[in-house]
Nanobody, 124 residues
Framework: QVQLRESGGGLVQAGGSVRLSCLAS????????MSWFRQIPGKEREFVAG????????VYADSVKGRFTISRDNAENTVSLQMNSLKPEDTAVYYC?????????????????WGQGTQVTVSS
């Protein structure tokens, strides 16, 4: 079992930065692929970024490439999402997700564990 808890959301102006963190419980955190998704009301959960446990390789949605950076610290059981140059369209609830697998999955249905989400609001 893995429990995830996000933190770091809030209100920020367009062009600003926010850093999200996800703290995971569980002794085998290092064996989980970790990803961030986001969701706005009425839409499906959207993949944002992921980091594989096996290689540390990262995958990003085209909409955030060059602006967002995902990283993980297996010693601290955390995964972070540094979000720079934020745009109003980045406004969403951001979720941390985990799956016991080697590679990054883009489909939300493939993930086994989810955090409660944290709101990020970008004002124009």
């Amino acid at each position: 079992q893995v429990q995830l808890r996000e933190s770091g959301g809030g209100l920020v102006q367009a062009g600003g930065s926010v850093r999200l963190s996800c703290l995971a419980s569980g002794r085998t955190f290092s064996r989980y692929t970790m990803s961030w998704f986001r969701q706005i009301p009425g839409k499906e959960r959207e993949f944002v970024a992921g980091v594989a446990w096996s290689t540390g390789s990262t995958v990003y949605a085209d909409s955030v490439k060059g602006r967002f950076t995902i990283s993980r610290d297996n010693a601290e059981n955390t995964v972070s999402l540094q979000m720079n140059s934020l745009k109003p369209e980045d406004t969403a609830v951001y979720y941390c997700a985990a799956k016991f697998t080697s590679g990054v999955m883009l489909n939300a249905d493939r993930y086994d564990y989810w955090g409660q989400g944290t709101q990020v609001t970008v004002s124009s």
